[in-house]
């Protein structure tokens, strides 16, 4: 059983020979990078189930960061629902008028604050070290996942999509069967 440089080293040599043969069957660099990018995540994501773990460490600062930003984007380029919640505060405790949105935005971002814990103590109580992130249907599951969103988002066609999302599936494979054994 190896530890997460063991993990990103296998991942690494995975996503080499997972870009080579992209490249070898004409594959745009854009398709590539894809591929390399999901074989490298998927071998080392499986780790998110350790509470020490160098992607666990990640998840939670991505999910600090990411959470209360994308509440305070989102009243951003939707004044209205900014506009409504600063309207309560600014009712409630009598600040000026003139701040409505700004402390819209504020209470935005502290709601995305407690979100974002909340998501982390769910992970926390949902996952268990080598439980399902280390198994081979959470890399099919995965894979199927990126898949699918490839398709919509690329229109690419659906065997070429799954191909690339299975990329994730080889990762965690890497991870699971090689690393771990």
Do not use: K
């Not at 080392?44 to 992607?55: E, M, R, Y």
Request: net charge neutral; hydrophobic share 50%.
């Amino acid at each position: 059983m190896t530890n997460f440089r063991g993990h990103l080293i296998l991942g690494v040599v995975a996503s080499v020979v997972v870009g080579g043969g992209m490249l070898y069957t004409g594959q745009s660099m854009q398709l590539t990078g894809i591929a390399v990018s999901l074989t490298l995540l998927g071998s080392i994501l499986p780790d998110i189930d350790i509470h020490s773990s160098i992607p666990r460490r990640w998840l939670g600062a991505l999910l600090l960061i990411t959470v209360p930003l994308g509440a305070v984007y989102f009243g951003v380029i939707n004044p209205n629902v900014s506009q409504f919640i600063g309207g309560l505060v600014v009712r409630s405790t009598g600040i000026g008028a003139d701040l409505i949105q700004p402390v819209g935005l504020v209470v935005l971002g502290v709601v995305g604050v407690g979100t974002a814990n909340l998501l982390g103590y769910g992970v926390d109580e949902i996952l268990t070290h080598r439980g399902i992130t280390h198994t081979l249907g959470f890399g099919i599951f995965g894979g199927l996942v990126v898949g699918v969103l490839l398709r919509s988002r690329l229109s690419l066609d659906p065997i070429t999509a799954l191909a690339i999302g299975a990329c994730f599936a080889v990762g965690v494979a890497v991870h699971v069967y090689i690393g771990d054994s």
